[in-house]
C-alpha cells in the first residue's frame, strides 16, 4: 500500500538532546513537507522541500533542521536549541502535477521533559 | 498574505442535526481552499477543495462546501451529523508560493448522541 509513514508514534526525550524523526513515502511524490501541531493553533510550517537536495525553511525553522538525500526520505531534526520542542509533528507530501493537494502521515508526538 | 480564520474552537451539534463549521480566508491571490479533518492522535485527511472550478464543493462522508468570494467565506456543512462525524476540523488556504499551505486554528466537533 503507498503512503506516508512516520515513526516512532511517540518519542521521549531529555531536555538538551537532539533528536530525529522519520518520514517516509512510497507515493512519488515531489513535495515533502513538515508541520508543527500544537493545541488551538492549527499546523505551523517548520521546512520544505520540492526536490532531491534542496529544502526551504517555513514560518517555524528555527530550531530545526532537514535532509533530503532521497526523494522517498525526508527526517527532521529536532535540535537542543529549540525552545519549546514538545508538541505533535506532521509530515506530508504532494504529488508533481496536482502540487495543491497534501497527503498527510499520521504523525509523531514528541514529548521533552 | 493569506491566512485562516475559523470562528468557534469547539461546536457541539446533536445525531442528526445540521453540521456548520465557519471558516473566513484573506488571499491576495484567487485562492485554494480545503478542509481536513483530523482524528485523535492521526494525520489530516482531505475532505474536500476549492481550486476555481464549481463553488460548491462536495467531499467524502457527506460534506459540502460554498466558496463566497464576496463573503470571503469557505463554510463547510453536512445537513445530517454522524456521531462518526466527531473530529477536528481544519481549513486551509494555499499561499501565493505553491508550497506553502496556511490552516486555520481549528474547530473541534462534538456530536451528541
Known amino acids: 500500500d503507498g503512503g506516508i509513514t512516520q515513526s516512532p508514534k511517540y518519542l521521549f526525550r531529555k531536555e538538551g538532546q537532539n533528536v530525529t524523526l522519520s518520514c517516509e513515502q512510497n507515493l512519488n511524490h515531489d513535495a515533502m513537507y513538515w508541520y508543527r501541531q500544537d493545541p488551538g493553533q492549527g499546523l505551523r510550517l517548520i521546512y520544505y522541500s520540492q526536490i532531491v537536495n534542496d529544502f526551504q525553511k517555513g514560518d517555524i525553522a528555527e530550531g530545526y533542521s532537514v535532509s533530503r538525500e532521497k526523494k522517498e526520505s525526508f527526517p527532521l531534526t529536532v535540535t537542543s536549541a529549540q525552545k519549546n520542542p514538545t508538541a505533535f509533528y506532521l509530515c506530508?507530501?504532494?504529488?508533481?502535477?496536482?502540487?495543491?493537494?497534501?497527503?498527510f502521515g499520521p504523525g509523531t508526538r514528541l514529548t521533552v521533559t | 498574505a493569506q491566512s485562516v480564520t475559523q470562528l468557534g474552537s469547539h461546536v457541539s451539534v446533536s445525531e442528526g442535526a445540521l453540521v456548520l463549521l465557519r471558516c473566513n480566508y484573506s488571499s491576495s491571490v484567487p485562492p485554494y481552499l480545503f478542509w481536513y479533518v483530523q482524528y485523535p492522535n492521526q494525520g489530516l485527511q482531505l475532505l474536500l477543495k476549492y481550486t476555481s472550478a464549481a463553488t460548491l464543493v462536495k467531499g467524502i462522508n457527506g460534506f459540502e462546501a460554498e466558496f463566497k468570494k464576496s463573503e470571503t467565506s469557505f463554510h463547510l456543512t453536512k445537513p445530517s451529523a454522524h456521531m462518526s462525524d466527531a473530529a477536528e476540523y481544519f481549513c486551509?488556504?494555499?499561499?501565493?508560493?505553491?508550497?506553502?499551505?496556511?490552516f486555520g486554528s481549528g474547530t473541534k466537533l462534538n456530536v451528541k448522541p
Open positions: 506530508a507530501s504532494s504529488p508533481p502535477k496536482v502540487p495543491y493537494e497534501q497527503y
Open positions: 486551509a488556504v494555499r499561499g501565493n508560493n505553491f508550497n506553502k499551505f496556511y
